[in-house]
């Protein structure tokens, strides 16, 4: 599998500035692990998909658990904007969609 890279800049006269897709695996693990009531589907690893097309748009799908009694769409919500927001601050990016399926309720 080849590894995929969003360019920030192509060739210059100091060459090109990429960012491997596993920078942005990190930084929405980073916040799925800070963010309270939900966890990674079955405690995987790398819960979330990071595909980069040929536009250089950077879509990321991501897998979670909420725990029972949280708002499920409220969590949602905050689960895509930490992420966009983290990403931002990280990167400075701000083409990427971010799409959260809800795997299931941890009671």
């Given at each position: ?9 192509k060739g ?16 929405v693990m980073?916040?799925?692990n ?11 690893k ?7 097309n040929?536009n250089?748009?950077v ?5 979670i ?15 895509q ?9 990280m990167?400075?990016f701000r083409?990427v ?11």
């Amino acid at each position: 599998m080849s590894k995929e890279y969003y360019t920030i800049e192509k060739g210059n006269n100091l060459g090109e500035r990429n960012i491997g897709s596993s920078v942005f695996q990190s930084i929405v693990m980073h916040v799925i692990n800070e963010l309270d009531g939900i966890s990674c589907e079955g405690g995987k690893k790398n819960a979330a998909e990071i595909t980069i097309n040929d536009n250089n748009q950077v879509s990321i799908d991501v897998e979670i658990v909420v725990d029972y009694g949280k708002n499920v769409n409220k969590i949602v919500s905050k689960v895509q904007s930490e992420i966009i927001s983290s990403i931002y601050q990280m990167i400075g990016f701000r083409n990427v969609k971010v799409n959260v399926n809800v795997d299931g309720i941890k009671f």
